[in-house]
């Protein structure tokens, strides 16, 4: 695994930054990609530090055409992308009833449109290649919904069904495309949407069985397996991380 290479969008902070740092401990070369290229950078500047190889590359991935020159970017300077991280997401908790409509397209085009924008340019390439991991950071909200996160809950409800559907067509290519499904993490985005609901925190560590949030680390670990050598015949799953929280 020396010589792959990973593509992770949103890699800037939080669950992306870690899962960059943890496929680079494997050996990875990491793509960090990040629509704050500063982020990007910093996360960069970690992996660096601890011995890794990566890069910042600025992605939108609510654009085609960010994607696009993000993954020309990428494939100058390492030819090739073996593992696609789809992480990039984003959220705002309110009753359904009270959003409005400019939120539901921003959490459909980050979540939802961000993956299949990559997926659409990325895939091409490992088909080419003989080669390719594919995994996408869904969330157990969009197995068993999560109250005030309706159009979220749709948005990585679609995630879980695009990534079986590619799995399905991507196999006659040896491609493996997997899922995570996160449950509540600690975050900077949960942080901030804390800071909307003060009490969301204690109540949702009261109701997981492991009494603690996620910690970015621990999705991490799940998609560096999918990531793995050792995942090789897994393709299509949805895995969810969340301390139990709900067992389906």
Same mark, same amino acid.
């Given at each position: 695994?020396? #010589? +792959? @290479?990973?593509?992770?969008?949103?890699?800037?902070?939080?669950?992306?930054?870690?899962?960059?740092?943890?496929?680079?401990?494997?050996?990875?070369?990491?793509?960090?990609?990040?629509? *704050?290229?500063?982020?990007?950078?910093?996360?960069?500047?970690? @992996?660096?530090?601890?011995? !890794? #190889?990566?890069?910042?590359? =600025?992605?939108?991935?609510?654009?085609?055409?960010?994607?696009?020159?993000?993954?020309?970017?990428?494939?100058?300077? =390492?030819?090739? @992308?073996?593992?696609?991280?789809?992480?990039?997401?984003?959220?705002?908790?309110?009753?359904?009833?009270?959003?409005?409509?400019?939120?539901?397209? /921003?959490?459909?085009?980050? %979540?939802?449109?961000?993956?299949?924008? /990559?997926?659409?340019? @990325?895939?091409?390439?490992?088909?080419?290649?003989?080669?390719?991991?594919?995994? *996408?950071?869904?969330?157990?909200? !969009?197995?068993?919904?999560?109250?005030? #996160?309706?159009? =979220?809950?749709?948005? &990585?409800?679609?995630?879980?069904?695009?990534?079986?559907?590619?799995?399905?067509?991507?196999? +006659?290519?040896?491609? *493996?495309?997997?899922?995570? $499904?996160?449950?509540? $993490?600690?975050?900077?985005?949960?942080?901030?949407?804390?800071?909307? *609901?003060?009490?969301?925190? $204690?109540?949702?560590? &009261?109701?997981?069985?492991?009494?603690?949030?996620?910690?970015?680390?621990?999705?991490?670990?799940?998609?560096? =397996?999918?990531?793995? #050598?050792?995942?090789?015949?897994?393709?299509?799953?949805?895995?969810?991380? %969340?301390?139990?929280?709900?067992?389906?």
């Amino acid at each position: 695994m020396s #010589e +792959r @290479i990973a593509f992770i969008t949103g890699a800037g902070r939080g669950i992306g930054r870690e899962i960059a740092r943890k496929l680079a401990s494997n050996s990875f070369k990491i793509i960090v990609t990040d629509v *704050n290229l500063t982020n990007a950078e910093e996360t960069v500047a970690l @992996i660096k530090e601890a011995g !890794g #190889e990566g890069t910042a590359v =600025y992605c939108d991935v609510t654009k085609l055409e960010s994607v696009q020159e993000a993954v020309k970017t990428s494939l100058e300077r =390492y030819k090739t @992308i073996d593992v696609l991280v789809n992480n990039a997401g984003w959220d705002k908790i309110e009753p359904f009833l009270k959003s409005e409509p400019e939120t539901w397209k /921003t959490v459909i085009n980050i %979540n939802l449109m961000g993956q299949i924008h /990559t997926c659409k340019e @990325i895939l091409p390439h490992m088909i080419e290649n003989g080669y390719g991991k594919v995994v *996408n950071i869904a969330s157990d909200s !969009g197995r068993v919904g999560s109250s005030g #996160e309706a159009v =979220y809950s749709a948005a &990585k409800g679609g995630v879980i069904a695009f990534t079986k559907t590619l799995a399905r067509e991507m196999a +006659r290519h040896k491609i *493996n495309v997997n899922c995570v $499904a996160p449950g509540p $993490a600690d975050t900077p985005l949960f942080q901030e949407i804390g800071s909307y *609901n003060q009490g969301i925190a $204690a109540a949702l560590e &009261k109701a997981i069985p492991f009494r603690r949030l996620a910690q970015p680390s621990d999705i991490a670990g799940a998609v560096a =397996y999918f990531a793995s #050598e050792e995942a090789n015949y897994v393709t299509g799953q949805t895995l969810s991380v %969340n301390g139990g929280l709900t067992m389906c």
